[in-house]
C-alpha cells in the first residue's frame, strides 16, 4: 500500500472539487438565501487535508476563464458542457477569497487547464526530489501518478499510488493517456474510438499495449477474445485522427510557463479577521466560533449536518413596553444604572425624512426591552406616543450624568435632536471604539462585529423587513417580529462595548484618540450634517444642458477619429475601436486577458494617441453630470430646501472623513466643470461663503515628521516649498527657478508623500526613467532627513505591524510582511503616507472641535460650519463680520497642533463655494 512522506507538496485540484462539492448534498443556503454549499464542501476538505498532512507548500489550482490550446487544437472540445450554472458563479468568488484568507496560494492560468498547471508543478517538483500530494476527484490525473506523486481523493478518502492506480484500472499510470483516447470522453467531448468502451480499452491495452503498440500491428488486435475484435484493425485504421487527436487532449501539459515554482507555494499565517467576515457572511457558525474562541488554525473538519454553535446572545428576557406601568420600571432601571445603550428605530436612514417608529434600550446583558412609539400596521397594538413618553425621557436623555453607549450614535443623535431631545451623556459608541481599536480589522457594523466579538449573528434587517422593492419601513412590521430585533441591537451594543473597549483602553495612544477626537466629534458632525447647505438648483440645470451639449460634441469627435459609431462607455466596443481598428498599442490586460480600458491605461495611450484622450474627459463629464449636476438638484429636502450629506467617521484607513448622498470629497477642483459645480453651492441672503483651506498640509507634516533641516527652514522661513526644492534639484537661485521646474519639484514633493517609484515620476512628468531617477536621487542628497525617515518607517512598520500618527492613532498594515512583493511594497508605501495622512485627519478633526465649539459659545447664528472637504472647512458667515470670523476661523485652526513648522490657513470668502476657494 501506498504511504505519503512527511510534509508532501499538495496541490488541490479546485475546479473538481467545485463542482463535487456543488452536487453533493445538503445544498446549503445562509439567511440571506445566497448558497454556499460548494464553498462548505470544498473548505471542510481543505480544512481536513490541512489537518492530515500539515504541508509547507501548497497550492489550490482552479481553472481560469476563457479558452485553452485544447480548445485551439479541437474547437468541439467541451463544446456540449453547459453554461456554469449562477447559484455556482456566485460562489466562486467567497471561495478564492475564503483560500487566500486560509493562507494558501490561489493559482488559475489562461490558456491551461488546473490540471496542466498541477502536472507541471508536480514535475519540477520531482526533479527537486520532492513528493507531491495531488488531491483531485478526476480520473484523468491519474496519468502523472508515479514514485514521486500520489492521488488522494479526500472526499471518499481513497489514495492512489502505482500499486492503487492498477489495482483500480487494471493498467498502470504509463497507459491512463490511451486508455482515455480510446474510450474518449462524452462530458469534454473527446472523441475516442466508436464503441470502444472501458472493457474494450482494457482489453486491447493490457492484450497489446499503448496506441503506439495497436498501430504498429492492428491486426493483432483480431487475435485477442473480446467481443469486435475481429472488426477492430479496421476500426483501428478508419478512426487513426480521431485516436491521435483524443490522446493529445488527454495528456496533461508538464511544461506550463509559472511565474512561481513549488518551493515558493508557501503557506502562510491565515488572515483570521478576514475569516471572521467571510465565515459570518457564509453562516460558517461553527468554523467562526473555532476562530472567536482563539483556535488560530482553521483546520477542524465539520460536517455538512453539524448543528450550529448555540447562539451567544439570550433574547428571552426582551420585553415589550407597551403601557406607562410596562414603562416606569425602565425609567428606574435608566435612571440608575452606570451605563445604558441606547439605539432609535426608525422609517429612514435619511436623517432628514426619519420618523421615529421606536426605542430601545439594555441596562445589562440580556436585560434589554423596545419601546414602541409608531407601528401602524393593521391590527398594531395599542402604543405609547413620543408626546407621552418626552417628558419622561427626555431628563434621562439630556443628563450629561447619565451615560449612554450606542452604536453608530451619531445617527441617533441626530434623530432625537430632530424630534427635540438633546442627547447627553454620550460617553461611548461601539463603532468608533472598534475603528480606533483597527480601522482595516473588518467593517464596523453591528452585525459584523456581533460574529467578530460575540460569536453572534444578529437579527439583520433584511430578516424581519424583507428585500428590495417588497422591503417593509420599520413601522410596518409587526412587533412580534420587530421588537426581538430592536431590542437585540441595544443588547448587542451594550456588550459590544464590553468586549471592545478593554482593547481600546488598554493603548492610551488609542483611548486619546477616541476620548480626544473621534466620541467629541460625533455631535459636531451631527450639527453639520443637519444644517445642510444651500445650493443653486437652476444653475446646475443649466449646467446639465451644457454638459449634454460638450458629450454630444465628444461622441461625435470620437465616431469620426474612429471611422463608426460606437457606445464610448462600452469596454468591448472600446477595445475592439482601439486595439482592432486603430491597432494601439495593448499594455495591459483585464484577468480574463482582454485588453484593458481602465483609467490609468486611457490616461498613458492619451500621451500619443487623441481618441483616448477623448474618452476620458467623456467619462469625466458623464460622470460630473450623474453625480453631481443631475443628481444634486434632486437631493434638495423639501423641508429644509438644503442639501444634507453624511459623513462617514469609521470607513478611510487612516481617519479621513468621508462623506456620501453626496460624496462632497469627489467634487472634481481641478477641471473647471468642476470647478463650475462648486459655484452652485451658495450663500443664503445676508451671508457669505468662507473656506478655509490648510496649506500643504502633508509635505508641513513631513517637515515635521523627518526633521528634515532643508524642508523646516523652507517652512518656517516661509520660501515656496516646491521653489525650495526646485532649487535644490536643479540647482539654482530660488529667484531664479523656473515654471517647469517648480512643476516638476512639485510632482517629486508630492509624488515622495505617496511612495512614488522613479518609473511613476517618469510617467507624470513625461522624462525618460533615469531622468526621474536623476532627479529622486538629487532630492534625497539634498533632503537627507526625508529618505531617513521613510527607511525609518518602513522599518517600524514591518516590526510593529503598524504605524501611528502623531497623536496616536495607528494604522495596521496587513500586507507588510506579505511574501508577494507587490503588495508588500504597496503596504511600505502607505507606511509612509499613512502617519502624514492621518495626521492631517487628525488635525482637521481637532480644528473641527476647536471652531465648533467656539461657534456654540460666542459665534451662534452669526456664523455655521456648513462642509468638510479634505483640508478645508467651509461656512456660512454674517456678510458684515466676515473678515473678523475668518480670522478667527484661522486663528483657531492654525493652532490645532504644535509642530516644528507653522500650519498655514489660507481663508476667502464669496457669494459661493468656488468664490471662497
Same mark, same amino acid.
Given at each position: 500500500m501506498t504511504t505519503i512522506p512527511a510534509n508532501p507538496f499538495v496541490l488541490v485540484d479546485g475546479s473538481s472539487y467545485l463542482y463535487r462539492a456543488y452536487h453533493a448534498p445538503p445544498h446549503l443556503t445562509n439567511s440571506a438565501g445566497e448558497p454556499t454549499g460548494a464553498v462548505y464542501g470544498v473548505v471542510n476538505m481543505l480544512r481536513s487535508l490541512l489537518k492530515q498532512y500539515e504541508p509547507s507548500h501548497i497550492a489550490v489550482v482552479f481553472d481560469a476563464k476563457g479558452k485553452t490550446f485544447r480548445d485551439d487544437m479541437f474547437p468541439e472540445y467541451k463544446a456540449q458542457r453547459p453554461p456554469m450554472p449562477d447559484d455556482l458563479r456566485s460562489q466562486i468568488a467567497p471561495l478564492h477569497d475564503i483560500i487566500r484568507a486560509m493562507g494558501l496560494p490561489l493559482l488559475a492560468i489562461e490558456g491551461v487547464e488546473a490540471d496542466d498547471v498541477i502536472g507541471t508543478l508536480a514535475r519540477q517538483a520531482a526533479a527537486e526530489g520532492r513528493h507531491t500530494l495531488i488531491s483531485t476527484g478526476d480520473k484523468d490525473m491519474a496519468q502523472l501518478v508515479d514514485e514521486h506523486v500520489t492521488l488522494i481523493n479526500t472526499m471518499t478518502d481513497t489514495i492512489l499510488g502505482p500499486e492503487e492506480v492498477v489495482e483500480k484500472f487494471g493498467i498502470p499510470p504509463s497507459l491512463i493517456i490511451d486508455y482515455l483516447a480510446l474510450m474518449g470522453d462524452k462530458v469534454d467531448n473527446i472523441p475516442g474510438l466508436p464503441g470502444v468502451g472501458e472493457k474494450t480499452a482494457l482489453a486491447m491495452l493490457q492484450g497489446i499495449g499503448g496506441l503506439d503498440a495497436l498501430y504498429a500491428d492492428p491486426d493483432a488486435v483480431a487475435t485477442l477474445g473480446f467481443r469486435g475484435a475481429k472488426g477492430m484493425p479496421q476500426k483501428l485504421r478508419d478512426n487513426r485522427d480521431a485516436a491521435d487527436i483524443s490522446y493529445k487532449l488527454a495528456t496533461i501539459k508538464l511544461d506550463v510557463a509559472l511565474d512561481e515554482a513549488p518551493e515558493q507555494l508557501l503557506r502562510a499565517t491565515p488572515n483570521n479577521d478576514a475569516l471572521v467576515q467571510l465565515f459570518g457572511k457564509m453562516e460558517f457558525r461553527r468554523w467562526l466560533a473555532e476562530l472567536l474562541d482563539g483556535d488560530a488554525s482553521p483546520t477542524s473538519v465539520d460536517s455538512p449536518a453539524a448543528e450550529p454553535s448555540a447562539p451567544a446572545v439570550d433574547r428571552s428576557g426582551y420585553q415589550t413596553l407597551l403601557t406607562e406601568a410596562d414603562l416606569a420600571p425602565w425609567l428606574e432601571k435608566l435612571k440608575s444604572a452606570e451605563l445604558f445603550a441606547v439605539d432609535t428605530e426608525t422609517t429612514s436612514l435619511d436623517v432628514q425624512e426619519a420618523k421615529l417608529v421606536g426605542i430601545s434600550f439594555a441596562v445589562a446583558p440580556g436585560e434589554a426591552a423596545y419601546l414602541p412609539l409608531g407601528h401602524d400596521y393593521l391590527g398594531a397594538p395599542v402604543q405609547l406616543t413620543l408626546e407621552q413618553v418626552k417628558p419622561l425621557l427626555k431628563p434621562i436623555f439630556e443628563d450629561p450624568s447619565i451615560k449612554k453607549v450606542g452604536q453608530n450614535l451619531k445617527y441617533d443623535l441626530s434623530v432625537l435632536a430632530r424630534h427635540d431631545i438633546q442627547l447627553a451623556g454620550v460617553a461611548f459608541d461601539t463603532m468608533l471604539e472598534s475603528y480606533v481599536f483597527n480601522s482595516v480589522g473588518g467593517r464596523h457594523d453591528m452585525d459584523s462585529l456581533a460574529l467578530k466579538y460575540l460569536s453572534h449573528k444578529a437579527i439583520s434587517f433584511e430578516e424581519v423587513a424583507g428585500k428590495g422593492a417588497k422591503q417593509l419601513t420599520f413601522n410596518q412590521i409587526e412587533l412580534d417580529t420587530a421588537s426581538p430585533y430592536a431590542a437585540e441591537d441595544a443588547d448587542i451594543t451594550l456588550r459590544l462595548h464590553q468586549a471592545l473597549w478593554p482593547k481600546v483602553e488598554a493603548e492610551s495612544s488609542l483611548l486619546k484618540v477616541f476620548k480626544d477626537i473621534e466620541l467629541p466629534l460625533v455631535p459636531v458632525l451631527s450639527r453639520i450634517e443637519r444644517h445642510g447647505v444651500l445650493i443653486d438648483s437652476a444653475m446646475l440645470a443649466t449646467q446639465s444642458d451644457e454638459l449634454a451639449t460638450r458629450l454630444a460634441e465628444l461622441e461625435q469627435e470620437a465616431y469620426e477619429i474612429a471611422g463608426e459609431e460606437f457606445n464610448l462607455a462600452s469596454p468591448k466596443q472600446l477595445q475592439a475601436i482601439l486595439f482592432e481598428k486603430l491597432g494601439l498599442p495593448v499594455l495591459k490586460k483585464t484577468p480574463k486577458g482582454a485588453p484593458s480600458t481602465a483609467e490609468e491605461t486611457l490616461q498613458e495611450l492619451a500621451l500619443d494617441y487623441p481618441l483616448p484622450k477623448l474618452i476620458l474627459e467623456h467619462r469625466g463629464l458623464a460622470k460630473l453630470k450623474s453625480t453631481y449636476t443631475d443628481k444634486l438638484p434632486r437631493m434638495v429636502n423639501a423641508g429644509t430646501g438644503r442639501v444634507h450629506t453624511s459623513y462617514h467617521q469609521a470607513v478611510t484607513a487612516t481617519g479621513r472623513l468621508s462623506s456620501s448622498d453626496p460624496n462632497l470629497q469627489n467634487i472634481p477642483i481641478r477641471t473647471e466643470e468642476g470647478r463650475r459645480v462648486r459655484q452652485a453651492f451658495i450663500a443664503p441672503e445676508g451671508k457669505v461663503v468662507v473656506a478655509a483651506d490648510y496649506s500643504q498640509i502633508e509635505l508641513r507634516l513631513m517637515a515635521h515628521l523627518s526633521k528634515d533641516d532643508g524642508l523646516l527652514r523652507a517652512f518656517q522661513q516661509g520660501i515656496d516649498v516646491h521653489?525650495?526644492?526646485?532649487? @535644490?534639484?536643479?540647482?539654482?537661485?530660488?529667484? @531664479?527657478?523656473?515654471? @517647469?521646474? +517648480? +512643476? +516638476?519639484?512639485?510632482?517629486?514633493?508630492? $509624488?515622495?508623500? *505617496?511612495?512614488?517609484?522613479?518609473?511613476?515620476?517618469? +510617467?507624470?512628468? $513625461?522624462?525618460?526613467?533615469? @531622468?526621474?531617477?536623476? *532627479?529622486?536621487?538629487?532630492?534625497f542628497e539634498r533632503y537627507p532627513g526625508v529618505l531617513e525617515y521613510m527607511e525609518r518607517t518602513r522599518k517600524e512598520a514591518e516590526e510593529k505591524g503598524y504605524v501611528e500618527t502623531l497623536f496616536g492613532r495607528r494604522l495596521h498594515l496587513p500586507d507588510i510582511k506579505a511574501r508577494n512583493m507587490a503588495r508588500k511594497k504597496a503596504a511600505e508605501r502607505a507606511a509612509i503616507n499613512a502617519p502624514m495622512q492621518g495626521t492631517a485627519a487628525d488635525i482637521i478633526k481637532l480644528a473641527m472641535l476647536k471652531v465648533d465649539d467656539w461657534i456654540q459659545t460666542e459665534g451662534k447664528g452669526q456664523i455655521s460650519m456648513v462642509m468638510q472637504v479634505h483640508d478645508e472647512l467651509v461656512f456660512e458667515v454674517d456678510q458684515n463680520q466676515a473678515e473678523a470670523l475668518s480670522a478667527k476661523v484661522c486663528e483657531l485652526m492654525s493652532s490645532a497642533a504644535d509642530l516644528d513648522v507653522p500650519l498655514l490657513v489660507e481663508a476667502g470668502q464669496g457669494e459661493n463655494w468656488e468664490q471662497a476657494h
Open positions: 521653489k525650495a526644492t526646485a532649487a @535644490e534639484v536643479f540647482g539654482v537661485a530660488v529667484d @531664479e527657478v523656473s515654471s @517647469e521646474q +517648480r +512643476r +516638476r519639484a512639485k510632482a517629486i514633493n508630492f $509624488g515622495l508623500i *505617496y511612495g512614488m517609484s522613479a518609473f511613476g515620476l517618469s +510617467r507624470q512628468l $513625461g522624462i525618460p526613467r533615469h @531622468e526621474a531617477q536623476s *532627479y529622486m536621487d538629487t532630492y
